[in-house]
């Protein structure tokens, strides 16, 4: 059960480039709350779901919902956790130039 969350907007007035800031930004919120034992699960569905959102939360016009994240401990029982996705493998999908991998 998710000790609480956050949902996470940005001023639509902003560039390409703060999409970039606003994911480190939301990682390091996810690595911080590793710090105090916390886990995160980062859920962009929220965004899709900015009418609902705005008919609770006082958010101006010009911010866009963009993301949520739910915080809480971690149940290893429960069947959602036990979820494997396959992965693509790092070479599928990147090239690495003058490193000895």
């Known amino acids: 059960m998710p000790l609480s969350g956050l949902l996470i907007g940005l001023d639509r007035r902003l560039n390409t ?28 569905a929220f965004a899709s779901y900015h009418q609902i959102v705005r008919r609770h939360l006082a958010l101006p016009d010009n911010h866009i919902l963009v993301y949520g994240i739910a915080l809480g401990h ?23 130039h003058g490193f000895d991998l």
Do not use: K, W
């Open 17 to 44: 480039g703060s999409y970039m800031d606003l994911g480190m930004f939301i990682q390091n919120i996810m690595l911080a709350a590793r710090g105090y034992d916390i886990h995160t699960c980062a859920q962009a």
């Open 74 to 96: 971690e149940d290893r029982n429960a069947p959602e956790n036990s979820l494997a996705t396959a992965r693509e493998p790092v070479a599928g999908f990147a090239t690495f």
